[in-house]
């Protein structure tokens, strides 16, 4: 674990709950069986989560994440390296 004013490459992780009306609403959205395509109970949770809490979503499960509305996602593995 990097000492506190150390410099690390390892991102810091931030946990976030979303609350149960967004979850809720997000499972009502996402993974109702009308739906074309099903989005998977966890992964309406991370978006739920992310919804809620007005963040960026950063996926390589793009396919899963792209068809949810009003979410922000990105793929860092898709941009090219810069030098």
Partial sequence: MPQPGSKSSV???????A???AARQQHRD???????RLVALGDALIAATALEHDLDLVTRNADDFKQVPGLNWSNPF??????
């Fill in 11 to 17: 991102p810091t992780a931030l946990y976030l709950d």
């Fill in 30 to 36: 996402l993974c109702h069986p009308a739906r074309e």
């Fill in 19 to 21: 609350t149960h009306e």
């Fill in 78 to 83: 898709d941009q090219a390296p810069t030098t």
